[in-house]
């Protein structure tokens, strides 16, 4: 058994930019990072875009193994925590593909960044079903592409909307089918679904939302999806249904868990010593003044630093707006704050650069740009200030949109 320190479960974002920051912060203590994938820690953004599109060899690297060794961050990859012994601060892995008995480690602090994996749903699931979370799921549906003509999407969030720009850039035919009423609803205003649709169908992507009952069946090689208004025919399906959070592990050693690991502003699980960070955890927002589970690459690194900080008892604030990005049919789309909660949307348009600014009553509560991401610094601060008014003040465009949130920042200011 090894002595002690600090233990991180998952090697993604979160668990690296955790290792990297308990180091830059001067803990000196023994840092072990377990990894359940093969991989040496990668970047999943790039695994629906330019990774398939361009043909990569690698997605990027998150840390290298020469960063590894500096900072003296013990990475075990092919690693699977299996269980966890809270009262004893103790923890068993095996080594993937490996029938040797469990090795044990003790913590001294524990940090679940287990992250989350694609959902599958029976009825999708063929010899040809893919999902999109690792590179190994990447490098497969890749390879399986290559082979293919017709391509079948079921799942009209994030990644299915990618992957189905991906292919269609690679010039095969693209179906996508979603039983909600909204592209992306759950990270878009309803315009912005609106829009995306609009686009994709101009691009010769077929959208089909609202598809209920979508079943998938297999014969002579071919795929036939059928729902209860469509009948399509695939070479290759990708069951883009979202991700469910890895909370087997926490919620067997008694954590709370609701959709995610919930932990309170500091990161901190409902057992002593034993935190979670990234797109695993359901965390405080003090912003919003409740709990969030995000998915999102910038989240996992800032949130995962702000818990490394206060694991090591350091000073530090976590109330950063949600914000993604996202790149579809050659757009750079970015969101700032909870935008499908607008209920109303106003656009600005500076040449091709678009600006859309989502309000609940008066109150601007999220952005969205498209291919325009250099405001998103001062709308950000515009949405944190909490401004209200009115919207056309936004809209002027004989004055640069930078200069007029600091305007709107220092009025808001004056009425708190
Ligand atoms: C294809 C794709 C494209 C994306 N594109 C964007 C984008 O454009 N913009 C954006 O903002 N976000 C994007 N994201 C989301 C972003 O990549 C994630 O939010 C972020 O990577 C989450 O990091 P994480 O460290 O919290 O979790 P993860 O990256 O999921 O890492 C968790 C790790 O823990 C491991 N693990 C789980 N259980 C165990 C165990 N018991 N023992 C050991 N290891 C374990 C997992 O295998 C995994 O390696 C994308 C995600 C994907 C999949």
Redesign the pocket.
């Known amino acids: 058994m090894s002595q002690s320190g600090i233990v991180i479960?998952?090697?993604?974002?979160?668990?690296?930019?955790a290792a990297a920051t308990l180091r830059s912060e001067g803990y000196d203590g023994q840092i072990i990072v377990?990894?359940?994938?093969p991989d040496s820690?990668y970047?999943?953004?790039?695994?629906?875009?330019e990774f398939i599109l361009e043909n990569q060899h690698q997605p990027a690297e998150i840390k290298g193994e020469a960063w590894f060794k500096e900072n003296e961050i013990d990475l075990r990859l092919g690693?699977?925590?299996?269980s966890v012994h809270a009262d004893k601060k103790l923890l068993s892995?095996t080594e993937v593909g490996n029938s040797d008995p469990a090795i044990k480690i003790e913590y001294d602090k524990l940090l679940i960044?287990?992250?989350?994996?694609?959902r599958m749903i029976d009825n999708l699931v063929s010899s040809k079903t893919h999902v999109?979370?690792?590179q190994l799921?990447?490098r497969e549906l890749r390879s399986e592409l290559n082979r293919a003509t017709d391509i079948c999407v079921v799942g009209a969030g994030?990644?299915g909307l990618?992957?189905a720009s991906t292919v269609r850039a690679l010039g095969k035919n693209v179906t996508v089918l979603d039983i909600a009423s909204r592209a992306m609803g759950r990270a878009l205003a309803p315009e912005l679904s609106e829009f995306l649709v609009s686009a994709h169908t101009l691009r010769g992507v077929e959208i089909h939302m609202n598809e209920r009952d979508i079943i998938v069946e297999e014969s002579a090689d071919r795929l036939h999806i059928s729902s209860e208004k469509n009948a399509i025919a695939a070479d290759l399906l990708l069951a883009g249904c979202g991700?469910q959070p890895?909370v087997?592990?926490a919620k067997s050693i008694g954590c709370d868990v609701d959709n995610g690991i919930v932990v309170d502003e500091h990161g901190a699980s409902s057992i002593p010593d034993i935190y979670a960070?990234?797109?695993?955890?359901n965390f405080y927002h003090p912003f919003y003044g409740e709990h969030l589970r995000?998915?999102?690459?910038?989240?996992?690194?800032n949130h995962?630093a702000h818990v490394a900080r206060r694991m090591l008892d350091k000073p530090s604030e976590y109330a950063e707006l949600p914000?993604?990005?996202?790149?579809q049919l050659g757009m750079n789309i970015q969101v700032v704050g909870l935008a499908a909660q607008a209920e109303r949307t106003v656009w600005r348009y500076d040449g091709d650069a678009k600006t859309a600014f989502h309000f609940a009553g008066d109150t601007l509560i999220a952005a969205t740009t498209i291919d325009n991401g250099r405001v998103m610094t001062p709308l950000t601060r515009l949405i944190a200030s909490r401004w209200s008014g009115d919207a056309d003040q936004l809209l002027d465009t004989s004055t640069p949109l930078a200069k007029t949130c600091k305007a709107l920042i220092k009025q808001s200011q004056l009425v708190q």
């Open positions: 479960i998952g090697a993604g974002e979160a668990g690296v930019s377990l990894s359940d994938e820690p970047q999943r953004p790039p695994l629906s875009k690693a699977r925590v299996l892995y960044a287990t992250g989350a994996r694609a999109l979370r690792t799921d990447a994030v990644i990618e992957v991700v890895n087997e592990l960070a990234g797109d695993v955890a995000l998915e999102a690459w910038r989240h996992a690194i995962a914000w993604f990005w996202t790149d």
